[in-house]
T-cell receptor
Framework: GAGVSQSPRYKVAKRGQDVALRCDPI?????LFWYQQALGQGPEFLTY????????KSGLPSDRFFAERPEGSVSTLKIQRTQQEDSAVYLC??????????????FGPGTRLTVL | DAKTTQPPSMDCAEGRAANLPCNHS???????VYWYRQIHSQGPQYIIH???NNETNEMASLIITEDRKSSTLILPHATLRDTAVYYC?????????????FGTGTRLQVTL
């Protein structure tokens, strides 16, 4: 069956450019998470949506990072004025539960962003 | 969420059992132990979770000590496809923002 998909898989941006990364969660999944994974490190939480509501954005590193999920399904992570330190893999995950309690998070393959 | 400690790397011969340890000495009573793995260039994949009883599924077994301060993930017959980074995570079972807090994990290399 269809899993979480992300696009593009690879993105190269020049420093200062804006980028938009897309996540298509599993159909019907209420909760959606974004993580950032630097080279050699584990994923780090960025933000969380329950349906269209962004309930936690405590992990966003700066106000250059913005995420939205306007219709409660597809989500977009936008990074404005990209910097070299933004280079990382950006992972999206979704799960079924409204509370995200014991339900497994299903991850997409990630988008590898390289800022030159 | 409680902090976890894992060895940075381990090797295992194909066909043998892989035993991956995790220390979580500050775990609270309402925190579960989760294991995920990440194969190169893929997103993390859920393996198993437990509270205090040992658990087994088609992928692995999870052994949690009686005091819950440590656990071991067991892959009974490791194959080359099990080569990955394995993450041990502890987190509360409830809450609207059940984010996962990953550490640096254990890089398991399965060899012929």
């Amino acid at each position: 069956g269809a899993g979480v998909s992300q696009s593009p898989r690879y993105k190269v941006a020049k420093r200062g450019q804006d980028v938009a990364l897309r996540c298509d969660p599993i159909s019907g999944h209420v909760s959606l998470f974004w993580y950032q994974q630097a080279l050699g490190q584990g994923p780090e939480f960025l933000t969380y949506f329950q349906n269209e509501a962004q309930l936690d954005k405590s992990g966003l590193p700066s106000d250059r990072f913005f995420a939205e999920r306007p219709e409660g399904s597809v989500s977009t992570l936008k990074i404005q004025r990209t910097q070299q330190e933004d280079s990382a893999v950006y992972l999206c995950a979704s799960n079924q539960g409204r509370t995200g309690s014991l339900v497994t998070q299903y991850f997409g393959p990630g988008t590898r962003l390289t800022v030159l | 969420d409680a902090k976890t400690t894992q060895p940075p790397s381990m090797d295992c011969a194909e066909g043998r059992a892989a035993n991956l340890p995790c220390n979580h000495s500050t775990i609270s009573g309402n925190e579960y132990v989760y294991w995920y793995r990440q194969i190169h260039s893929q997103g993390p994949q859920y393996i198993i979770h437990g509270l205090k009883n040992n658990e087994t599924n088609e992928m692995a077994s999870l052994i949690i000590t009686e005091d819950r301060k440590s656990s071991t993930l067991i892959l009974p017959h490791a194959t080359l496809r099990d080569t990955a980074v394995y993450y041990c995570i502890v987190r509360v079972s409830t809450g609207t923002a059940s984010k996962l807090t990953f550490g640096t994990g254990t890089r398991l290399q399965v060899t012929l």
